[in-house]
């Protein structure tokens, strides 16, 4: 599975002690895409358990729709063997 995620950032985040959290003295970074505390994990992973291994989701406002793949040059030269 993919997922389509739409970053402003511009720049890195650093993080510092302030991030640990408190209970679980740790940091979890989002690398689902999906988190409204990015890049913090907020567990808004949990919607994506049911993801099916070669589809394309798009995740706005609440839905999650499915998408025709997505082919990028590089990946059209590399099924060619190019
Ligand atoms: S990994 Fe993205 S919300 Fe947890």
Redesign the pocket.
């Known amino acids: 599975m993919t997922r389509l995620v739409e970053l402003e950032a511009t720049g890195p985040r650093k993080l510092d002690p302030a991030d640990i959290d408190d209970e679980k003295g740790d940091v ?8 409204d505390s ?1 890049p913090f ?5 949990r919607r994506t358990t049911d993801e099916e291994p070669e589809t394309t989701y798009l995740y706005e406002d609440g839905e999650r729709r499915e998408l025709e793949r997505v082919v990028t040059a590089a990946d059209d030269e590399a099924e060619r063997g190019e």
Do not use: K, P, R
């Not at 994990?41 to 992973?45: E, F, I, L, P």
């Open positions: 979890a970074i989002c690398q689902c895409g999906l988190s990015f994990c907020d567990g808004s992973h």
